[in-house]
Nanobody, 122 residues
Framework: VQLQASGGGLVQPGGSLRLSCAVS????????VGWFRQAPGKERGLVGT????????TVVDSVKGRFTISRDNASNTVYLQMNSLKPEDTAVYFC????????????????WGQGTEVTVSS
């Protein structure tokens, strides 16, 4: 299974970005996907997850109400819609996949994309 994250860039505070995670090489509908991020000098942390099948999603409190995760099984793509971006959202964002149900633990994801950089700055 291969994952390709894209859509990062430079955005002003209050702006929006949509990240995409294209998944290939497996039966997409069998995989849960998580979004993680790593800011400079910090550990990688969870942003949110989306389950396989029925698209139940979770996001961490720091992005709740601003970030939304969705998936399109027809195109094998998971999206992270980020609104009302803040400077503290600056990080490299990674998508990861695992066979089965979603989990909040990064170590339980078997497949990772290469990351896409998001910079929120005026």
């Amino acid at each position: 299974v291969q994952l390709q994250a894209s859509g990062g860039g430079l955005v002003q505070p209050g702006g929006s970005l949509r990240l995409s995670c294209a998944v290939s090489g497996g039966s997409f509908s069998n995989y849960a996907v998580g979004w993680f991020r790593q800011a400079p000098g910090k550990e990688r942390g969870l942003v949110g997850t989306i389950n396989r099948g029925r698209p139940y999603t979770t996001v961490v409190d720091s992005v709740k109400g601003r970030f939304t995760i969705s998936r399109d099984n027809a195109s094998n793509t998971v999206y992270l819609q980020m609104n009302s971006l803040k400077p503290e959202d600056t990080a490299v964002y990674f998508c990861a996949a695992r066979y089965g149900a979603a989990t909040i633990r990064a170590v339980q994801y078997s497949y990772w994309g290469q990351g896409t950089e998001v910079t929120v700055s005026s």
